[in-house]
């Protein structure tokens, strides 16, 4: 009985991760040595899908496209997907130069705010974390 239980459940956490839902960014925060430097404009799209996170940043009139394929959900813990809940996926980043690049990924979602954090793995005292704005979630 217990087994089934945890079964269930297991089923259940996983599927809060499996949702599809696009975002807007206009903020964001380079993170040097673990330190988040002064907020800047951005101007990013976001998508999430089972087994993707593609993010799209325009800065300066330069376009760069970062597709994440999500190799492990670490964890996954939604009340609400992105807005009430964390979730921490470890990746593999392709930016569209052929190398592909390990990847961590924090996503934090309490009181109406929603971040969202792109590092390199293992370093995780660098990289960039980004607000999330006009959060679409498919049902």
Not at 18 to 24: P, Y
Not at 105 to 132: A, Q, S, V
């Amino acid at each position: 009985m217990f087994t089934v239980l945890f079964a269930v459940l297991s089923l259940a956490a996983t599927a809060q991760c499996d949702k599809k839902a696009t975002a807007k960014a206009t903020t964001g925060y380079f993170v040097q040595d673990g330190n988040k430097q002064q907020g800047m404009p951005f101007d990013a799209s976001l998508t999430f899908s089972k087994d993707k996170i593609v993010i799209t940043i325009n800065m300066s009139g330069q376009s760069m496209t970062v597709t994440n394929t999500i190799t492990e959900t670490v964890s996954c813990e939604w009340k609400s997907f992105l807005k009430d809940g964390k979730a921490v996926y470890k990746a593999s980043a392709n930016k569209g130069t052929g190398d592909v690049e390990p990847t961590t990924i924090r996503i934090n979602g309490k009181d109406g705010k929603t971040t969202i954090y792109f590092g390199n793995d293992p370093d995780t005292d660098g990289g960039l974390e980004l607000e999330l704005t006009e959060i679409k979630v498919e049902e």
